[in-house]
């Protein structure tokens, strides 16, 4: 069976345009593909708390990074951020929709990217040919929101470090097909914020029928 992860990672709920802009592809999408499963990971769920990268966790990494044996401390810290690295690696499909916060990404996204982002599990480093990315999905859309505007060409489009990042992240772990979907100037005034949500909403569900 198909799986589309979709990340979820505005705390805003039901005010959050990233959000709205990711359901309005979900629906198109699942409306033409009735036979893919929906896992959905909010980020900010109580019930999706993500453990703290240290300590032992972080020792498990580097152990592993160097062929060394795991400790039993480090075999249970690390069975556990493989749990989370896991449920990215067999998604065929990602949907990511990222609000733009001080120029980057929310803190409780770099914490999930931090936890998922594993060797053997979700990349190789490769001596010669430098990191094979271990993702099973081959495509990706990225739904993103910010308050001003950031449109390439503009006077402010180099502040923009959500979307050259997670294009990078992504191909990194072997997604080269990157959509990005922007809902800019929400901070502006509510007439531009209407406009770009509606062009949006029509641009995921063009993706729909592309993806
Ligand atoms: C903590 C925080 C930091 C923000 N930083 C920026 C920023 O650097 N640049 C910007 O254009 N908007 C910034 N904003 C505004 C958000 O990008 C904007 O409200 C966006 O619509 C949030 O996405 P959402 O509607 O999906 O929650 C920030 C908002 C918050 C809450």
Known sequence: MT???????SPRQQRSHSTAVARAFLDAYLARHPGVELDTWDLWSPDA?????????????????SGVPHTPEEAAAWAEVSRHALRLQRADLLLLSVPLWNFGVPYKFKHWLDVVTQPGLTFRPDPQKGMQGLLKARKALVVSARGGIYTPGSPTAAW????????????MMGVQDVAVVSIEG??????????ARAQAVAEVQALAGAL
């Open 3 to 9: 799986t589309l992860l979709y990340i979820e990672s």
């Open 160 to 171: 923009d470090f959500v979307t050259p990042y997670l294009q990078h992240w992504l191909g």
């Open 49 to 65: 708390a993500l453990p703290e990268f240290e300590g032992a966790a972080l020792s498990a990494k580097f152990a592993a990074r």
């Open 186 to 195: 929400t901070s502006i005034s509510e007439a531009m914020t209407q406009a």
